[in-house]
């Protein structure tokens, strides 16, 4: 508080409050007081000080909350609650009267009201010395708690509190000069020294500041002095007045031709506003506490009841009210007590509460703390709330009508797209940042995101892309060639430790940049201007356009990551392009996306809030979907039980049941570097023991095809169950045990004899153990090996390589490990790679057949050839060698209910949200 807002203050006592205190005759003694509501019965009285103009709805809300408080039984036993109501109409003298009049009524415990500063601060001196409790809706002066610190509260955040939010607010916006007028009563004058002193600190410069007085009408001088201003650069107006005075104001600014921003106080914040400026209002902006489009499914369900029974919205004057009749009946019950002092000591040290105008907590002083302030403005004759505002939010706390509600069985890890890691992750990267390209959940083929179109040069080592121009980052500034070519440098350092970086060296030069033996600069990525990328590669890669949809080639806000460094993903600070952004992210429990209303295609976002939850357990994640708590099950999100699948098939969720086509397969990698593992003819004896048909049906409830080849069917374009062509038609893996037995005793373990035994490395989940369990009894069954089982619990790696990492820290055992490999873009490349890789194993002929896929020409691409190549690779890596031993290709489980449409399931992982809409959803 300024030195000039101390003097007024103590003007403001002297005028007030002492003749309050000299003329309080003998005020009833606070401990008769506590006395007489310890042994109270029957009806419990409030009194409830309402101030009538400008009009509003705060009997409305109390009396709603009151109905409802003595409907569900009362209090303290069925006792009913009932308001003495008075109107103070804002006056200081009448509100001193009043609160005399109260004083003197010993069976009121508390008061409620006296929404102005002015006629609160002189009352709450009366109930202080009579003992009764006070809490005041709407006064917003700090001098309030300052002189009354024993019994005195509101739930209303402070002129501090609206001052640094204004402030903040118009500093977001972009504002750099602004104009501040402000009525001279005490509060507002507070407001504005508040205000600007916030304003000047965060670089917004107040040009010019000028007071008016309530009574005024003719404010043309002001308006002259604003029109001067505008010649040294003024882009705004703060207005902080009361009403009707502020409405004439901008009713004069209007009339005399200024048009710019208008910023104004809770004081402005009546339906008086619009019947007095008319639309000269128009494009005002005030902070409120409550907001009745809130996704809060308390405060929507109060508009509802508020909206049938009195047929208006509620204003926030009628939420306070009902929230501060609510947050006393909460006190009275919690507490057990009408005495005001024990009312007073639960609210200090009371639990955060949650209200319709949201959540908040008191401190000592009397004052709330952590509650939210938002911001609406005037269009078109109505408030519309800003939807830049992120918002308090409530992972748990959803309205379902808005709200599409999807599990994850393991917790996201980052909100960084380089460094996703898990499921989770990718899709999380999917819904908030755009890649140059994506793939059609239908196809699976590239289409445009960032980029608009895209060209293959040079015998396809070179790709050049175009850009959309309209993609920009949520603060408002354009996403261009330049972030994309930054965010491929930023991941190719080691320092990032991105997962994906192995898919970056497809760039030249890339992977000699990664191992530090060339400069960054040396990469042949450039950005001819701001719309253009061209990329030059190592090798031919015909899949290039579809490898660019991977996360770690999307763009990266540059200046928001230097600044921040690893906090940049906070969800408060971080910036991102795609259909969603980020509200609330509890690492273990779940995240809450809002639409993006920067997207540049956000009025084709039909959903606007996505909610992801961690659960751990399938049979949890069912009873969830069961009682309409998730909207989807499978898929890459959690899955339904295995040991449920029948039961869903036949039951009444077989209309929302569905099997999806994945890019993963389930194998297991032997240890190829220990004998007997090192000899083909053990391998393959062991690959044709397995039933794999049998291993699906009896453990696996018929999910999945039994794997004939290492490569998922799909990445070469058919279905396993379709005639394959001729040149394919060795390629299938077979389970035949005489044939098994056979090259086991050619490779000099005749009926197993002599043969150590194998140490089965698995995931701790019950399919993987039980699918480990049957290829144990069927290794002793046909060949007479000798198995044990060893699980490890999943780590988060996307693969599900853990057991694998264990079976290579095992060095005294005979392993084999399972590996769960799946296609980041649809190409076989990836997952014949992975595979090789795993085992360690190498074959010339192998790895001349996926390097010749390269340099296939188009013509012989688009003739098949390259699918010839990846099937011949295949069948040398798990049929000739047998280094890997293929299970099944999985299929995904998925339920998804009735009111998802537009619902196709993403291969690779990465849902298009962006697609999907809600049957009956109502905007």
Not at 773 to 795: E, F, N, W
Request: hydrophobic letters at 35%.
């Amino acid at each position: 508080m300024t030195s000039n807002s101390k003097q007024s203050f103590l003007f403001f006592i002297f005028l007030f409050v002492l003749p309050v205190v000299l003329s309080a005759c003998n005020p009833p003694d606070p401990e008769e007081r506590a006395q007489r509501a310890r042994n109270s019965q029957g009806d419990i009285f409030i009194a409830l000080v309402q101030t009538s103009l400008p009009s509003n709805f705060l009997l409305e809300g109390v009396e709603m909350a009151i109905d409802e408080i003595n409907q569900q039984g009362g209090l303290l036993d069925g006792r009913k609650l009932v308001s003495v109501i008075y109107d103070d109409k804002g006056d200081p003298v009448e509100a001193e009267k009043i609160a005399r009049k109260i004083a003197k009524n010993k069976n009121i415990m508390a008061v409620i009201g006296h929404r102005n500063s002015s006629a609160a601060i002189p009352a709450s001196i009366i109930y202080e010395q009579a003992g009764i409790l006070f809490i005041s809706y709407g006064a917003n002066a700090p001098a309030l708690t300052q002189y009354s610190v024993d019994y005195t509260f509101r739930n209303i955040p402070t002129n501090k509190d609206y001052g640094f939010a204004i402030a903040d607010f118009i500093h977001k916006k972009g504002l750099k000069k602004i104009m501040l007028f402000h009525d001279r009563d005490i509060t507002q004058r507070n407001l504005a020294d508040i205000f600007k002193k916030e304003a000047e600190t965060k670089g917004v410069e107040v040009a010019a500041t000028r007071s008016y007085f309530r009574n005024d009408r003719d404010f043309k001088e002001l308006v002259n002095s604003l029109q001067k201003q505008l010649e040294q650069g003024v882009d705004s107006v703060v207005l902080f007045g009361l009403m009707p005075a502020a409405a004439y104001l901008l009713k004069e600014m209007n009339e005399m031709g200024v048009k710019l921003p208008v910023f104004g106080g809770g004081g402005m914040d009546y339906p008086d506003l619009f019947t007095i400026a008319g639309n000269s209002a128009e494009g005002v902006t005030l902070p409120t506490v409550f907001n009745p489009l809130y996704s809060d499914q308390k405060t929507r369900t109060f508009v509802k009841k508020f909206q049938e029974r009195f047929n208006v919205t509620p204003d926030k004057w009628a939420a306070q009210g009902y929230d501060a009749v609510s947050l006393l009946a909460h006190t009275i019950q919690k507490s057990g007590s009408l005495i005001p002092a024990v009312l007073a000591s639960y609210l200090r040290f009371m639990e955060p509460w949650h209200g319709v105008t949201g959540t908040y907590s008191f401190i000592p002083q009397g004052d709330i703390q952590d509650k939210e302030i938002f911001f609406k403005k005037v269009q078109n004759g109505e408030f519309v709330f800003d939807s830049e505002q992120s918002g308090k939010s409530d992972l748990f706390n959803y309205i379902e009508e808005r709200t599409l509600r999807l599990p994850l069985q393991e917790p996201v890890t980052t909100l960084d797209p380089a460094l996703v890691r898990n499921k989770g992750d990718v899709e999380i990267a999917e819904q908030l940042f755009l890649g140059l390209t994506g793939l059609d959940p239908k196809t699976n083929k590239p289409i445009q995101e960032l980029a608009t179109d895209w060209k293959r040069e040079l015998n396809d080592t070179r790709y050049r892309f175009t850009l959309r121009k309209d993609i920009t980052w949520t603060d408002g500034t354009p996403v261009t060639a330049h972030d994309v070519l930054w965010a491929i440098q930023r991941n190719l350092d080691p320092k990032t430790a991105s997962p994906q970086v192995e898919e970056l060296f497809i760039l030249k030069n890339a992977q000699d940049i990664y191992l530090g033996r060339k400069r960054t600069s040396q990469l042949k990525v450039y950005a001819p201007d701001d719309f253009s990328l061209v990329f030059d590669l190592e090798h031919p890669d015909p899949f290039f356009p579809a490898r660019v949809s991977l996360p770690v080639f999307r763009p990266l806000p540059k200046l928001i990551i230097t600044q921040y460094k690893d906090n940049w993903t906070d969800p408060d600070t971080i910036q991102t392009n795609g259909p969603y952004r980020p509200v609330e992210w509890q690492k273990n429990l779940g995240i809450f996306l809002k639409k993006n209303q920067q997207y540049f295609a956000v009025d084709k976002v039909s959903i606007p809030e996505v909610r992801y939850f961690v659960v751990a357990q399938p049979p949890m994640g069912l009873a969830m979907y069961e009682h309409n708590e998730l909207d989807v099950m499978g898929g890459t999100y959690l899955s339904p039980p295995v040991a449920a699948i029948s039961q869903i098939k036949q039951g009444p969720l077989h209309n929302q049941y569905e099997e999806a086509l994945t890019a993963c397969s389930y194998t297991y990698i032997f240890d190829t570097k220990k004998e007997p593992f090192n000899k083909s003819l053990v391998r393959k004896a062991i690959s044709a023991a397995i039933d794999r048909q049998l291993l699906i049906d009896a453990v696996n409830s018929g999910l999945g095809e039994p794997a004939t080849s290492c490569t998922p069917p799909v990445l070469l374009g058919r279905s396993q169950s379709q005639d394959e062509e001729s040149d394919t038609a060795e390629v299938k893996i077979t389970f035949d045990p005489e044939q098994a037995k056979e090259w086991l005793a050619k490779a000099g373990y005749p009926d197993g004899k002599g043969f150590p035994e194998v140490t089965l490395f698995t995931e701790d989940s019950d399919t993987d153990k039980k699918v480990a369990d049957g290829i144990k009894k069927m290794l002793k069954h046909y060949l007479h090996i000798s198995a044990q089982i060893k699980t490890k619990q999943r780590k988060g790696d996307q693969e599900g390589n853990q057991a694998l990492a264990d079976a290579d820290a095992d060095k005294e055992s005979l392993s084999m490990a399972l590996f769960t490999v799946c296609s980041d873009y649809p190409t076989p490349d990836g997952i014949l790679k992975k595979l090789q890789k795993k085992t360690n194993w190498t074959s010339n002929t192998f790895n001349r057949l996926i390097r010749s896929t390269r340099y296939l020409t188009r013509t012989q691409q688009q003739q098949g050839a390259y699918k010839r190549a990846y099937r011949q690779a295949d069948k040398i890596l798990c049929q000739d060698e047998a280094a890997v031993l293929p299970i099944f290709h999985k299929s995904y489980p998925v339920l998804v209910k009735p009111r998802i449409q537009g619902w196709h399931q993403a291969m690779m992982g990465g849902q298009q949200l962006e697609q999907c809409f809600f049957e009956k959803y109502v905007y």
